[in-house]
């Protein structure tokens, strides 16, 4: 959320904002309520001193002037009710209003309206040359009965699955490795619930309710299931007031997360690419606004050093303003190369990185005691998707596999799996 006297004070800046994401929001709706808001508060104010006028006259007044106190002092108690329900129903539609509003931009987020306008700061790896026609991650999960995607479906219907045998033991291998890496770079580990209150859900910028919603509510409760740690670890911190010296805090957390977007994109998200759950590793951050720009180019080396551990070629892409979410100001995807996607093997979104400066701490009421002016202090947010796990598989799977049919084991990763590749069936 953007304070509202930011809006007031830079109507022109938060319009280009919301022009170039492509997205709707009336600017000067929300300036006209704030402004009633303003007015009706003053007419409230100036009622009640009327009131209190009154209350100091009708000790000394008259029998008759008494009875004329009473009753002025009756209409100016129903005006002022009135009011206070007026008031309570502008602050109400404002409220609404600006949760309709996205962050600001930053100055060197390229400006386009959908990710084919991303653009492309790094590219690390070579794509590997097969000496021999690959598969893609469905023929090996089938060959070594690895993915179960009809069973999935039995059980919960189109984009659910089971993983088996060794690629659960491959998961769990990421999973772990991805957590090891985040501690050694301080990061603190977390397992969070997979369920939040539908207003930590707004606080952390993903509408629970409408048609935009991308999220799974359960019926006749006030919670729904989450999209992501980011929602989590954001309402874990909700209404405090952190200790200066306690920033940054950074974690990372593991979660499930669940989507209802999944049946979407065709060819390009088959199989694991694109599925209604999967467990992610989010990396998040709470830190003061001076370091939150460094923060991010930390958090994207530390997701870059992860899939260059893996072997996987990726490039690193700047998200344009159209293909950002509503509380990021700047924001970095990795792509891992996927030689499965495609006719001929393309890149696939795998992390992500963004800074939400103070937007999703302004809903979320998170501040911290700022030394160097006295005051309480938005934090500012960051969240990155350290590792995807059930994209990372298909990336490992693809780009590791040999000849005869199996998969060979990232070096890194042979300590949590305790095996150097995942051997043909017989």
Same mark, same amino acid.
């Given at each position: #959320?953007?304070?509202?006297? *930011?809006?007031?004070?830079?109507?022109?800046?938060?319009?280009?904002?919301?022009?170039?994401?492509?997205?709707?929001?009336?600017?000067?709706?929300?300036?006209?309520?704030?402004?009633?808001?303003?007015?009706?508060?003053?007419?409230?104010?100036?009622?009640?001193? /009327?009131?209190?006028?009154?209350?100091?006259?009708?000790p000394t007044a008259t029998l008759?002037?008494?009875?004329?106190?009473?009753?002025?002092?009756?209409?100016?108690?129903?005006?002022?009710?009135?009011?206070?329900?007026?008031?309570?129903?502008?602050?109400?539609?404002?409220?609404?209003?600006?949760?309709?509003?996205?962050?600001?931009?930053?100055?060197?987020?390229?400006? +386009?309206?959908?990710?084919?306008?991303?653009?492309?700061?790094?590219?690390?790896?070579?794509?590997?040359?097969?000496? *021999?026609?690959?598969?893609?991650?469905?023929?090996?999960?089938?060959?070594?009965?690895?993915?179960?995607?009809?069973?999935? $479906?039995?059980?919960?219907?189109?984009?659910?699955?089971?993983?088996?045998?060794?690629?659960?033991?491959?998961?769990?291998?990421?999973?772990? *490795?991805?957590?090891?890496?985040?501690?050694?770079?301080?990061?603190?580990?977390?397992?969070? %619930?997979?369920?939040?209150?539908?207003?930590?859900?707004?606080?952390?910028?993903?509408? %629970?309710?409408?048609?935009?919603?991308?999220?799974? !509510?359960?019926?006749?409760?006030?919670?729904?299931?989450?999209?992501? =740690?980011?929602?989590?670890?954001?309402?874990?911190?909700?209404?405090?007031?952190?200790?200066?010296?306690?920033?940054?805090?950074?974690?990372?957390?593991?979660?499930?997360?669940?989507?209802?977007?999944?049946?979407?994109?065709?060819?390009?998200?088959?199989?694991?690419? !694109?599925?209604?759950?999967?467990?992610?590793?989010?990396?998040?951050?709470?830190?003061?606004?001076?370091?939150?720009?460094?923060?991010?180019?930390?958090?994207? $080396?530390?997701?870059?050093?992860?899939?260059?551990?893996?072997?996987?070629?990726?490039?690193?892409?700047?998200?344009?303003?159209?293909?950002?979410?509503? %509380? $990021?100001?700047?924001?970095?995807?990795?792509? $891992?190369? #996927?030689?499965?996607? +495609?006719?001929? &093997?393309?890149?696939?979104?795998?992390?992500?990185?963004?800074?939400?400066?103070?937007?999703?701490? !302004?809903?979320?009421?998170? !501040?911290?005691?700022?030394?160097?002016?006295?005051?309480?202090?938005?934090?500012? /947010?960051?969240? &990155? /998707?350290?590792?995807?796990?059930?994209? /990372?598989?298909?990336?490992?799977m693809e780009n590791h596999q040999? =000849?005869? &049919? +199996?998969?060979?084991?990232?070096?890194?990763?042979?300590?949590? #799996?305790?095996?150097?590749?995942?051997?043909?069936?017989?």
């Open positions: #959320m953007l304070d509202i006297k *930011f809006i007031v004070e830079n109507p022109d800046k938060v319009k280009e904002s919301i022009k170039n994401r492509n997205v709707t929001a009336d600017v000067d709706k929300v300036i006209n309520l704030y402004q009633n808001t303003k007015k009706l508060k003053l007419e409230i104010e100036e009622k009640r001193a /009327t009131s209190n006028q009154i209350a100091k006259k009708f008759d002037e008494k009875q004329a106190l009473v009753k002025e002092g009756e209409n100016l108690k129903a005006q002022i009710n009135a009011l206070n329900e007026k008031f309570i129903e502008v602050e109400n539609e404002l409220n609404q209003e600006l949760l309709t509003i996205p962050n600001l931009l930053s100055s060197d987020s390229p400006v +386009g309206n959908t990710d084919e306008d991303n653009v492309i700061t790094k590219k690390v790896g070579t794509p590997r040359q097969f000496s *021999f026609k690959p598969k893609d991650h469905l023929e090996l999960g089938k060959d070594l009965d690895l993915i179960d995607f009809e069973g999935g $479906a039995k059980v919960a219907g189109a984009k659910f699955y089971f993983l088996k045998n060794e690629l659960v033991l491959l998961e769990m291998a990421l999973s772990q *490795f991805a957590i090891k890496k985040a501690i050694q770079n301080g990061y603190k580990p977390l397992l969070t %619930p997979d369920l939040a209150r539908n207003k930590i859900l707004q606080g952390s910028g993903f509408a %629970p309710r409408g048609n935009e919603s991308n999220t799974y !509510r359960i019926e006749d409760t006030d919670l729904s299931l989450i999209a992501t =740690a980011e929602i989590a670890v954001g309402g874990l911190h909700s209404e405090e007031i952190l200790k200066e010296d306690d920033l940054p805090l950074k974690y990372a957390a593991i979660s499930h997360c669940f989507r209802t977007e999944a049946g979407a994109g065709g060819k390009e998200s088959k199989g694991l690419y !694109r599925v209604h759950q999967f467990t992610k590793v989010e990396l998040y951050q709470f830190r003061r606004p001076s370091e939150s720009e460094q923060a991010l180019e930390e958090m994207l $080396a530390l997701e870059e050093e992860i899939y260059s551990d893996l072997e996987i070629p990726y490039q690193v892409v700047k998200v344009c303003s159209g293909d950002l979410g509503a %509380p $990021a100001y700047k924001k970095y995807d990795i792509e $891992a190369w #996927m030689p499965g996607k +495609g006719e001929s &093997g393309g890149y696939g979104e795998v992390t992500s990185a963004s800074n939400c400066t103070d937007f999703q701490s !302004r809903r979320l009421g998170i !501040r911290f005691k700022d030394s160097s002016t006295g005051n309480n202090t938005f934090v500012h /947010t960051l969240n &990155g /998707t350290a590792m995807a796990l059930s994209r /990372t598989l298909i990336s490992v040999t =000849a005869d &049919g +199996g998969i060979e084991i990232p070096k890194v990763l042979r300590p949590f #799996m305790g095996m150097d590749k995942i051997e043909p069936k017989k």
